[in-house]
Nanobody, 124 residues
């Protein structure tokens, strides 16, 4: 059984930083891509970033490129999302998800497994 567990959310002031972690079990890193998504109240879920755990190919949404960095520690089956220069509009529940192919996508419907989410709140 595949399980994804997010951690690292919290409350931070605008301009601050947080690092989210997504620890996976039940899958073989290298064969999957992990994506981060977020959903703010009243808004649709949107893709933030993804990483291929095989060759570390990454992709970012325009809204976070240059501020967020995704990385993976395959030995720990963990993917990180380092979020810097946070803005109030980054406030959302952040989810990680796994797709059972080596290359990710920003299309949330393509992902097979999801974590429970972690709240990120950025105050102005």
């Amino acid at each position: 059984e595949v399980q994804l567990v997010e951690s690292g959310g919290g409350l931070v002031q605008a301009g601050g930083s947080l690092r989210l972690a997504c620890t996976a079990s039940g899958l073989t890193f290298g064969d999957y891509a992990i994506g981060w998504f977020r959903q703010a109240p009243g808004k649709e879920r949107e893709g933030v970033s993804w990483i291929s755990t095989g060759d570390s190919t990454t992709h970012y949404a325009d809204s976070v490129r240059g501020r967020f960095t995704i990385s993976s520690d395959n030995a720990k089956n963990t993917v990180f999302l380092q979020m810097n220069s946070l803005k109030p509009e980054d406030t959302a529940v952040y989810y990680c998800a796994a797709i059972t192919v080596p290359i990710g996508t920003m299309n949330s419907a393509m992902y097979d497994h999801w974590g429970q989410g972690t709240q990120v709140t950025v105050s102005s």
